[in-house]
């Protein structure tokens, strides 16, 4: 619930930032971090980090040249908060990372002992893979530190975030 005023805090005094999925608690705070960051010239990455994983990568890569057509995306284990509220923005990230729309998978998204799994078109199979090296956070870290240091502004990660949020919206 802090994630607005605190990135707004930071982008107006030139701080990349790096913030946690969901950005915002609803769209309308989403869309206003955007325009500030990209008036700002920016640098704001989201916490969307199963986009880092090298084997995501790998299977997007995989998924996008046959083509996706269907998604089925199921997640689960043990969360203090609301399942979806928790998994949702993975799962919806990964839809949009796809190119596929959100609103036409099949996402499930409950406190069962599940592992974060992806269906594509009824025969691919992402499973994900917590032991990876190098972690997909230590990726996002990397990624986030190169943009600091190569210093071009980059909000593709809050609009990806605010995508998410629209979505979760509508779910």
């Known amino acids: ?25 609803n769209s309308v705070d989403a869309k ?9 010239g920016a640098i704001v990455f989201t916490g969307h980090t199963r986009l880092y994983s090298t084997a995501w990568r790998f299977f997007k890569a995989k998924a996008l040249e046959e083509g996706v057509r269907s998604v089925r ?13 928790d998994w949702g ?41 917590s032991t990876e090296t190098p972690r997909p956070l230590e990726v996002l870290l990397r990624e986030f530190i190169a943009a600091i240091e190569k210093g071009d502004p980059d909000v593709r990660g809050l609009e990806l975030g605010v995508k998410v949020v629209e979505v979760l919206e509508k779910l």
């Open 1 to 25: 619930e802090y994630h607005f005023k605190v990135a707004k805090y930071f982008i107006a005094r030139d701080v990349p930032v790096l913030i946690e999925k969901p950005v915002c608690m």
């Open 73 to 85: 995306a199921v997640a689960g284990g043990p969360c203090n908060i609301d399942p979806l509220f």
């Open 89 to 129: 923005p993975h799962l919806v990230a990964m839809c949009i990372d796809l190119g596929f729309d959100p609103l036409k998978a099949n996402i499930t998204a409950n406190s069962d002992e599940h592992a974060l799994t992806l269906i594509v078109n009824h025969d691919m199979v992402y499973l994900d893979h």
């Open 32 to 40: 206003r971090l955007l325009w500030q960051a990209s008036n700002f």
